[in-house]
């Protein structure tokens, strides 16, 4: 999948970039830091339902939001947005960095557990380095990716992949298929901080290994001996978490849970087509939740089926 597309309007060149949903299909929390920082293990891919990011030439720098959740998100400098703008101008020196006009298309839930601010992020700097011409390959990317959060090095790779440390270690899965999910959030806030700090336990064992090839059986029977170390204390701070499970599971996914530090559930289907439709009916049943249904993107071994 592309992760960017060009128009025309008004005579100026457009760029939309896609910020795609992160998933983490399985957490471990394996450690902490002695400055706090929490050590991790996760599995995490990218989907094809996400934000977008608009970046065309100004004469100012601007920046504006729409979609459904527009209104959740911050304008001042807090945003990570304009982080990522400035932190790039900042390590672009002396090279030519002209204004430009952002808009962010807010499609997924903010603080929701599926990285939508760091892949705003990672859309901008991915986006300003094309724009701007910079000559920064991946690492230089990375390394400023990593100063504005711990997810957007992994939201930069948008491939499926092994994040570890405080998530900026990465290791590509070279042979991923597309998977079809359901993504449902039942709109109840969860405070990050306070999930890692209700924690029982931060030793636990890695991840096992992963099969040598992954489609939806073999990830399945994986992710039975997996966890989301942060989905208990989630679950007791916020019992509609567990009616979004129960509703993925109603709707017939192959397997359920909480992805991140939530409130964001994720369901697992063999199919595109069934995740359609498993989507509608819990739309239809709960049309005050966050519903999509939508596809992984395969790694580039992968198979990438659209059905």
Not at 88 to 100: C, F, K, Y
Not at 134 to 147: M, Q, V
Not at 169 to 184: H, I, N, Q
Request: one cysteine or more.
């Amino acid at each position: 999948m592309s992760l960017a597309i060009e128009t025309a309007e008004s005579g100026q060149r457009v760029r939309t970039w896609a910020a795609p949903a992160k998933i983490n299909l399985a957490l471990h929390v394996t450690g902490r830091r002695a400055d706090g920082y929490h050590l991790i293990e996760s599995l995490a891919v990218f989907t094809r339902f996400g934000d977008r990011i608009e970046i065309a030439p100004a004469d100012a720098d601007e920046f504006s939001v729409s979609g459904r959740y527009a209104a959740d998100v911050p304008l001042d400098g807090g945003n990570l947005v304009l982080k990522g703008r400035d932190a790039l101008r900042q390590a672009a020196g002396v090279r030519s960095t002209p204004p430009v006009s952002i808009r962010l298309e807010k499609n997924l839930p903010v603080a929701s557990g599926v990285g939508g601010g760091s892949s705003d992020a990672a859309a901008v700097l991915r986006g300003l380095t094309e724009s701007w011409g910079l000559e920064l390959d991946s690492a230089e990317l990375a390394r400023i990716g990593l100063s504005l959060g711990a997810d957007v090095p992994m939201c930069l790779a948008a491939k499926p992949l092994v994040a570890r440390g405080i998530g900026e270690e990465l290791s590509m899965v070279p042979d991923f298929s597309a998977l079809g999910l359901v993504l449902v959030n039942p709109g109840v806030p969860v405070s990050t901080t306070e999930i890692f700090a209700a924690l029982s336990r931060r030793d636990n064992e890695p991840l096992p290994p992963l099969p040598r090839s992954i489609d939806f059986h073999s990830l399945r029977n994986w992710l039975e001996i997996t966890r989301n170390d942060l989905e208990r204390p989630a679950l007791a701070m916020q019992p509609a978490i567990g009616r979004a499970l129960s509703w993925l599971d109603k709707a017939g996914s192959g397997f359920s849970r909480m992805s991140g530090s939530g409130a964001t559930c994720f369901g697992l289907f063999e199919t595109g087509n069934v995740a359609k439709r498993a989507a509608a009916e819990i739309r239809d049943r709960q049309p005050d939740w966050f519903v999509a249904a939508t596809r992984s993107m395969a790694s580039e071994a992968g198979r990438d089926g659209q059905n």
